[in-house]
Antibody
């Protein structure tokens, strides 16, 4: 059974930082590109970032570029997202996702809520 | 990285067919056969329904089909059922090696 279990969400003050983690099981982690996708309350899906299976290639949405880092530990089947200088507009459910390539998302976690507020 | 354009809502009666459009540009939808569609029920994570324009993952009903013409992709749901009531999102690979989603379409079964 495929499982993607996110952790690290919660309430963060504006300007703060957080690190999201995602523990993966049930598929070949190192063979899959991994993305973070977020969804603000009552809004649509927004792609955030992607990392290749070997961790060499990474890409970011303009909304988080320069203040976010995606990385992975293939020995632990775990994906991470570090986000700094958090803003109110970063408030969202963050989904950990995996795909056979950069072009599709096959697997989704249940999401972790990040709330940026003072 | 502008979002793909989808209608906000589409509705139909049980048994009918509906089509949801997804319009992008030559840098995304029109440039690659890498359009996907996702279904999301309230409070749930999205689920892949169609990938690479017209392919269904294992376990997805053949009532769901996808197509593309130029910069516009489409998802058709035939034989509409109550359980199909959900939000649907398209996505496309882009020339920047990123993904872009559509704004989402709420499907209502009358």
């Amino acid at each position: 059974e495929v499982q993607l279990l996110e952790s690290g969400g919660g309430l963060v003050q504006p300007g703060g930082s957080l690190r999201l983690s995602c523990a993966v099981s049930g598929f070949s982690f190192s063979s899959h590109a991994m993305n973070w996708v977020r969804q603000a309350p009552g809004k649509g899906l927004e792609w955030v970032s992607v990392i290749s299976g070997n961790g060499v290639s990474t890409y970011y949405a303009d909304s988080v570029k320069g203040r976010s880092t995606i990385f992975r530990d293939n020995s632990k089947n775990t994906l991470y997202l570090q986000v700094n200088s958090l803003r109110a507009e970063d408030t969202a459910v963050y989904y950990c996702t995996g795909g056979r390539g950069f072009q599709v998302i096959d697997y989704w976690g249940q999401g972790t809520l990040v709330t940026v507020s003072s | 990285q502008s979002a793909l354009t989808q209608p906000a809502s589409v509705s139909g009666s049980p048994g009918q067919s509906i089509t949801i459009s997804c319009t992008g540009t030559s840098s995304d939808v029109g440039g690659y056969n890498y359009v996907s569609w996702y279904q999301q029920h309230p409070g749930r994570a999205p689920k892949l329904m169609i990938y690479d324009v017209s392919n269904r993952p294992s376990g997805i009903s053949n009532r769901f089909s996808g197509s593309k013409s130029g910069n516009t992709a489409s998802l058709t749901i035939s034989g509409l059922q109550a359980e199909d009531e959900a939000d649907y999102y398209c996505s496309s690979y882009t020339s920047s090696s990123t993904l872009v989603f559509g704004g989402g379409t709420k499907v209502t079964v009358l």
